[in-house]
């Protein structure tokens, strides 16, 4: 147990280890210290634990490596008091974990090697991560924005360029668990929150564990990924924003039963809400599992504000709430998107959503969207509301969590992957054939949860 | 504070008996008809007897101990005609007044005035003082406040040519509003107590403790450089010349609040109903430590976190009663005797009211224009609104005055306002922002309780001096301590949604959508000390005419400290809100719900409902502020027509504010600034002048502007960041005025005026935040120009059978321009090509228009005024991106009140106010729509007094 003295020390400290009762981590606790002048060109090792205390930057030009199996905590707060690491424009950060020693990101009251000293959907309880590029936005205002939460006379806190190639790095195998503290008033940060991040930059198994605001968000930008997991979120598991591009496969997501927001929130532009490029993202193999039918606030999916967007091969399960797609007097809404064929749904597969209906699916509340209902219900473009048969679901620490279709099942078959060369070749529907890739480096399998 | 009043009263009321029970008294004052300044040092004595005197610096003379009968005064004095005044009646134990205007021995002899009563702070005694003002200066009197029935000086000031105000508070002043108008107590500044604002909040001085308002609009180098609007000085009551008791009472019957049994209210203290709150608000005293963060191991976190959690009340939701009448009560009194021999005029105030205002009816709605191509905005919140407020205030206030002599006086001047204000409110509607629908069965609900406590203490020493040996030049100091408070103890916001699935209702609180469950405890105060010292010097230049010289010095010392601390409620997921407030407060949920040696718990604490430290650093914060300034200038009669007034100030500023984050950069301002002014007045006729003036002055950023600190409001307002590096703003004023007064409280005027801004400070939209923000910066220039027209005038011109009406009418007309900055144009025109690069300033009406019509009949006693009162659109928010900016929309004010003498000392009064009772709205235009963001209506008032008077 790690109880009390931490110890306080700049990045650069020497060896004083004066005996705190760490067991089983060997190094130091590192507390990394807001500054003005960035992490540097560093590399944290695995064999100490990192304390970030305050908003954490990587300037420009620097690079922060991370050995895999590093932990790195976030000091307790709000606002001002908040912990957070972020990588600044033309900063970059080198993540890359294994599926053996995944990187952790967690609260400083957390005692990795116990899993059991944290209630395992506590969260809010420190920031979360940042990543910054100079991909292109929608954003009026030159397609420059300063990230929410960052006080925007920090310019470390901008986002956004001409560069849709741009590299920030590489974040692989990282799991950032409890965090998501309101870093400014009403504005609760993400687990992984991306801002005009490049298509040269990979983001590949990455879990948000029990963030108090959405797992993963992204504004603009054209970064792809693979193999991201939501779970237990306080608001939506994926959310993007000011148009973003990427390609993307294989994402799990679940809410816990009395939890959550809208499994997927899709936004467009801000000001204006026309801007150009839309968001224009394709999803091929999600697996979104909602809080079930008793938790009648919870939605699927809302489009809006201009987003376009394409589900591929996806199961969308156990959701209250169908799926919105905005519909403005004004017309400057996502259904014009869907009209200009910017918005599609294919080969996936609904299940307990809304009353199994496809209209049910395309009602929220009372109001009915029959362009929603007619795209989904569409026979051309085989969405099935069927039983997906998933081996387990489970919402508590039970062993009892088996995302992968039981042998037999709808969803082993009838896909097809979405053209291009990112997208991995599969005919299953979900974001899991045969094999749970959760196995091995997700806090999802270190507290108990999978089968 | 109470203890210490209650007896200045019985010490009062003592000397009130020895006053009495006296022979008769003659009381007066010599003024010069041309220019109605006091003649100093002027004969006045009684024919027939050897009794004569001087008059004393203010002019006034006294004859004391006469025995009842008939007499005759004659006053004289150097280069003025001499005067006899017959028929002055003395009784036993009254005072006489008689004011004598003398004529130069060039003119025609002038009228003498005998008042059986004496009438102060009357219309006629304002517009002297504006017409011998050396700049351009409006006004109202205590009379025409009491004829208008306004109850503070916020709603009197509203009466002036070119005055409007703001949220009932704030005045504006040719649609400049709080950085260029300055408010002043008795001459010396006063702090404001809203910590983004400069000005103070005029409804807090109660109208009976009011001798007169002034708004001087032109500067003068005696006047502080700080203003461009205007100058607005409060002048409270001024011992009178004999015995003088009020006593009045008042009810009042507000059409939506009285009676109504639905009124919103919340829990009170027991000191509620005297404007303070008893410490019922407090944070509990258990709290003596910072809320420490979530552990789910530490015995001693957690048990401080079940502690305060435990310690605070819960109620976090309105309650409901029946709101009782209004009412009101005034008491003042005064005199003048003689204490160790000397003069000694006192007078005391006490004002008290109790008001409850209501409303269900309000709406409030937040749209958005999301393209250049829509046709229409589109909506992100529409919320029905309502309020209960209930509202005490009370004033106290002392005056005395000691004349050591002929020429030296010295008065004391104490004043102490409190206000609170315990307001409750519910908003509830849909959110399609929050919740991707616009439908009925998606509801956002969300409840605030607001009691805000205000005060303002002032104390003020000054002295008058004539020196005789040095041309009978005139000295006058001043030292003036304010303390100004506002807390806002226990601010509590408690907001949920729900969603209704066929017979299914399912509430949530939803943290990542907006704020949880919240505690806010705010604290302002401010400190300004400011000292004065002013000499005049008379003396003859070639034309055999006086002129003036006035040097003086002055020092504004100010100190603010603001402190605010935040408690935030978080819960686990399993305690989530069941729509029942009280049930998610209630004591099983608080706190550590489970102990870790609870075989359920997992081995850790587990929490319930708990709360959390919120409060942050840079919201915490220190000012300072100093002024030093000297200042020459010369009145002089160029001729006997023109009167050039002239001189420079030099004002040396220095600002400096600091948060308690030592990693923000402290504000830091100095600066010393010269300010040239010329005002010149041609006396076209003798009742006619044509003013000519030009002045620079500046304007300073507040505290609040210049730390450089990120302060949020509520229910989705933009966040207000300060800059550290602002600059003060200089103002080039242009002023001409042309006015005419054909008789005694007669007047008729036109105005003309354009200011010229360099850097004036202006809110301006941040285009890079993800979030609204709204920073502070100097904007390269702003324009304003205008005319004002007024007139009082009494009927008999139309007809002599109309001599008891009186009908007074301003209007003023104001354009204004700001340059919009380059960002924030090129983000409004992605949506509005068209969108021009300038808009209007920040709560300038187009045009702000007053009419009244009185009817005054002494015989009868009887005093009937109908008021109106209507201000042009004006912006009221500046929108981001290309939505169209929210207007407060004009509305009507129409009142009545009549007052009756129904015998000798009482008198009755009957008032109705907001007659028509408008909406209060709050609104955008676009493409020839209306798109409400606030509107509400308060309801229609009338009341009853009764008066009892002695004077």
Known sequence: MLTGSVLSFSSCSDDDDNGTDIDEQTGEEIVVTASTAGTGNVTWTADNTYILDGFVFVNEGQTLTIEPGTVIKGRPGTGENSSALIVARGGKIMANGTADKPIIFTTEEDDVNDPNDIPATQNGLWGGVIILGNATTNRGSGGVGAIEGIPTEDTRGQYGGTNDADNSGVFKYVSIRHAGTAIASDNEINGLTMGAVGSGTTIEYVEVFANQDDGFEWFGGTVNTKYLVSAFCGDDMFDYDEGWRGNNQFWFGIYVENDGGTGGEHDGGTDPEDGQPYAMPVISNATYIGSGASRTTTGTLVIRDNAGGKYYNSIFMDFAQGITIEDLASGEDSRTRLEAGQIDFQNNIFWNVSDNTFNGIGTVGTTTEPWTVALLSDAAKNNRIINPNLSGISRTANGGLNPVPATGSSALSGGAAPSGSFFQSTDYVGAFGTTNWLKGWTYLDQRGYLD | ?951
Request: proline share 4%.
């Open chain 2, 1 to 951: 504070m109470f203890n210490k009043f209650f007896s200045l009263i019985g010490l009062l009321s003592l000397t009130v008996s020895v006053a009495v029970a006296q022979s008769g008294i003659i009381r007066g004052q010599l003024t010069s008809s041309e220019t109605g300044e006091e003649l100093i040092g002027a004969t006045v004595v009684i024919k027939g007897t050897n009794s004569g005197t001087a008059t004393d610096l203010d002019g006034k003379f006294s004859f004391n101990n006469l025995q009842p009968g008939t007499y005759e005064l004659q006053a004289s004095y150097v280069s003025y005609e001499p005067k006899a005044v017959a028929g002055v009646v003395v009784k036993d134990g009254e005072v006489t007044v008689v004011d004598i205007r003398l004529g130069s021995s060039t003119t025609a002899l002038k009228e003498v005035v005998v008042e059986a009563r004496a009438i102060r702070s009357s219309e006629g005694t304002l517009r002297n003082i504006q017409r011998k003002s050396a700049l351009v200066m409006d006004g109202i009197s205590a009379e025409q406040i009491t004829r208008s029935g306004d109850s503070d000086a916020a709603s009197a000031l509203t009466r002036v040519t070119g005055i409007s105000v703001e949220g009932s508070k704030y005045v504006y002043v040719r649609g400049l509003g709080d950085r260029y108008v300055k408010t002043a107590l008795n001459g010396a500044e006063i702090p404001g107590l809203d910590p983004n604002r400069n000005t103070v909040q005029m409804d807090l001085f109660p109208s009976n403790l009011l001798d007169n308002l002034t708004v001087s609009k032109t500067f003068t180098p005696d006047l502080p450089g700080s203003f461009s609007g205007g100058y607005v000085n409060i002048t409270t009551k001024d011992f009178p010349d004999r015995y003088t008791l009020q006593l009045s009472s008042s009810v009042g019957y507000n059409s939506q609040a009285t009676f109504n049994s639905n009124f919103l209210s919340s829990n009170k203290g027991g000191l509620d109903w005297l404007g303070f709150d008893d410490d019922t608000r407090a944070v509990p005293d258990e709290i003596d430590y910072t809320i420490p963060s979530e552990s789910f191991t530490n015995q001693e976190r957690a048990e401080q976190i079940d502690k305060a959690t435990k310690a605070f009340n819960t109620e976090m939701a309105p309650s409901r009663m029946t709101a009782p009448v209004n009412h009101s009560h005034t008491f003042s009194l005064g005199n003048q005797t003689e204490l160790f021999g000397k003069q000694f005029g006192y007078v005391v105030g006490l004002s008290y009211q109790r008001n409850f205002s209501y409303y269900d009816n309000g709406s409030f709605g937040v749209w958005k224009l999301k393209s250049a191509s829509a046709e229409e905005l589109d909506n992100n919140k529409l919320f029905s609104d309502e309020r209960g407020v209930e509202e005490v205030t009370l004033g106290l206030l002392a005056n005395f005055s000691y004349k050591l002599n002929n020429n030296n006086k010295i008065s004391l001047n104490l004043m102490r306002n409190q206000n609170g204000q315990n307001s409750s409110r519910f908003l509830s509607g849909t959110y399609p922002e929050n919740f991707g629908v616009y439908d009925e069965s998606a509801i956002f609900e969300s409840r605030a309780l607001h009691y805000i406590q205000r005060s303002l203490t002032s104390g003020q020493l000054k002295g008058e001096h004539v020196l005789p040996g040095f041309k009978n030049s005139k000295v006058d100091w001043l030292a003036s301590f304010t303390l100004s408070q506002q807390d806002e103890p226990d601010l509590r916001f408690f907001a949920n949604d729900y969603f209704i699935t066929g017979a299914d209702t399912a509430y949530s609180i939803r943290v990542s959508n907006y704020s949880p469950p919240s505690r806010f405890f705010r604290n302002l105060d401010e400190t300004n000390l400011d000292l004065k010292l002013n000499l005049e010097t008379p003396f003859t230049i070639w034309n055999g005419l006086e002129a003036k010289t006035k040097f003086g010095v002055a020092a504004l010392l100010k100190d603010r400290s603001f402190r605010e601390n935040i408690y935030r409620y978080r819960f686990s997921n399993a305690y989530n809100y069941n729509g029942n407030v009280e049930e998610f407060f209630a004591p099983e949920n608080l706190g550590i719900v489970m102990q870790p040696s609870d075989p359920e718990s997992g081995g850790i604490y587990n929490y319930g409902v708990y709360l959390q430290d919120g409060s942050q650093r840079t919201n915490n914060y220190d000012g300072e502020e100093s002024v030093y300034a000297g200042y020459a200038m010369i009145d002089l009669p160029v001729t006997e027509k023109l009167r050039v007034v002239a001189g420079a100030r030099l004002e040396a500023t220095d600002i400096y504010v600091e948060s308690f984050n030592p990693l923000l950069e402290p504000g830091n301002l100095n600066q010393v600034d010269i300010l040239p002014s010329v005002n010149t007045t041609y006396s076209l006729t003798e009742k006619m002048n044509f003013r000519l003036g030009y002045s620079r002055t500046l304007a300073r950023p507040n505290f609040r502007e210049i730390a450089p600190y990120t302060s949020f409001d509520f229910v989705g307002e933009p966040a207000l960041v300060g800059n550290a590096n602002l600059k003060r703003t200089l103002i080039d004023n242009f002023d001409a005025r042309w006015e005419w007064y054909p008789a005694v409280a007669e007047y008729i005027g036109v105005s003309a005026y354009y200011k010229n801004f360099q850097n004036p400070i202006e809110r301006t939209i941040n285009t890079l935040a993800q979030n609204p923000q709204i920073d502070i910066n100097n904007v390269d220039n702003a324009k304003v120009y205008g005319l004002e027209f007024e007139i009082n005038k009494r009927l008999s011109f139309v007809t002599p059978s109309l001599e008891n009406f009186l009908v007074g009418a301003n209007l003023s007309l104001t354009k204004s321009q700001v340059n919009i900055s380059e960002s924030e144009l090129a983000l409004i025109r992605t949506l509005n090509p068209e969108a021009e690069s300038t808009r209007p300033m920040f709560g300038q009406s187009p045009f702000v228009a007053n009419a009244t019509l009185s009817y005054q009949s002494e015989p009868l006693g009887l005093v009937a005024t109908a008021s109106f009162n209507m201000f042009g659109d004006r912006i009221s928010a500046i929108s981001i991106g290309g939505t169209p900016n929210i207007y407060e929309r004009s509305r009507p004010i129409a009142g009545l009140v009549v007052s009756k003498r129904i015998s000798e000392h009482f008198s009755a009064k009957v008032s109705a106010n907001n007659i028509l009772n408008p909406a209060y709205k709050h609104s955008h235009e676009y493409k020839g729509e209306e798109y409400i963001y606030s509107s509400y209506k308060v309801g229609r008032d009338f009341s009853v007094g009764l008066t009892y008077l002695i004077n």
